[in-house]
DNA sequence: ACATTATAGTTACAAATGAAACTATGTTGT
DNA sequence: ACAACATAGTTTCATTTGTAACTATAATGT
């Protein structure tokens, strides 16, 4: 019967459940130590690794709206942890890079997370950690 | 070296990604259609299963916030999805169940978010289907 | 060259969310 | 009985977030 319907069993939901749990968790790891939000993280997670990018190729890094990545580059920038400069080829960007500071936050913050990934993944066999990744993306990539 | 870091590989930022992917697309399947949102379908779903719940079993069910739920109960209540009765023993709590109307609509939205579901894991096998569901179930009880 | 359309990024406003304070009822200990 | 504390649920207020409008620059077509 279609009437029947186990919101706990619904695989979305509970995808929905543990990536909220993981993510809060991951968050309190910057958040309380380096006061940064999530949208921070991520972008400076990425300009570590693509530095002079523009808002619109950290928009498709980050996967987060414009907005939103106006407004983590206004705070970062306020803070000093994130420069800019003009764009050669087009005067409506900016390329964008991390300071001292942000890189250096940037490299306190990463055996953070990093150690958040590992003690969650310690539940899970070698295999199934494989195996996780793998559907994942498939997932994402379908 | 600890600098290194890959935000598209860090499984908890792809994890995120395919979640709020999916959140997103299931929540089309009834916004549109029934004008509810994921909260006050949650609330819907497991008024279904557990008629005559209250706010705080809601809670536990949904893992939504108690603020989320009264809100969302505010909406449905308003538009006669959900109607409520004394509770037997403590005049604080409200007994929730489902309107015909509110009935109705779960029954509807059953076999599309159902659909949904099955349209998502039909590019993995079923063995990665069950693989799948067991990893989650691991990350979410330990 | 210049009008049209598209894109980069910001700002303004509205809706959603969360934390804390609040009301009402229930429970516990003396 | 009654004081102290705990719990159910709501409301208030501040923060966050998303949508749409906006400015500025670039690209395209005639």
Redesign the interface.
């Known amino acids: 019967m279609?009437?029947?319907?186990?919101?706990?069993q619904?695989?979305?939901?509970?995808?929905?459940?543990?990536?909220?749990?993981?993510?809060s968790e991951?968050a309190e790891s910057y958040r309380d130590s380096h006061q940064i939000n999530i949208s921070e993280w991520?972008i400076i997670?990425?300009l570590?690794?693509y530095p002079n990018s523009t808002a619109t190729e950290l928009k498709h890094?980050?996967?987060m709206d414009k907005v939103g990545i106006s407004r983590a580059l206004k705070n970062l920038t306020q803070r000093q942890l994130v420069t800019s400069e003009n764009h050669e080829h087009d005067g409506r960007a900016r390329k964008l890079m991390l300071t001292p500071a942000g890189n250096h936050l940037?490299?306190e913050v990463?055996?953070k997370?990093?150690a958040?990934?590992q003690k969650?993944?310690s539940?899970?066999t070698k295999t199934?950690i494989r195996?996780?990744?793998e559907?994942?993306?498939?997932?994402?990539h379908?």
């Open positions: 279609s009437t029947e319907f186990d919101l706990e619904f695989l979305p939901y509970r995808l929905s459940l543990l990536s909220n749990r993981i993510s991951i991520r997670a990425v570590g690794q890094y980050t996967a940037r490299t990463i055996p997370v990093s958040c990934e969650l993944t539940v899970l199934e195996q996780f990744g559907i994942i993306d498939k997932l994402l379908d």
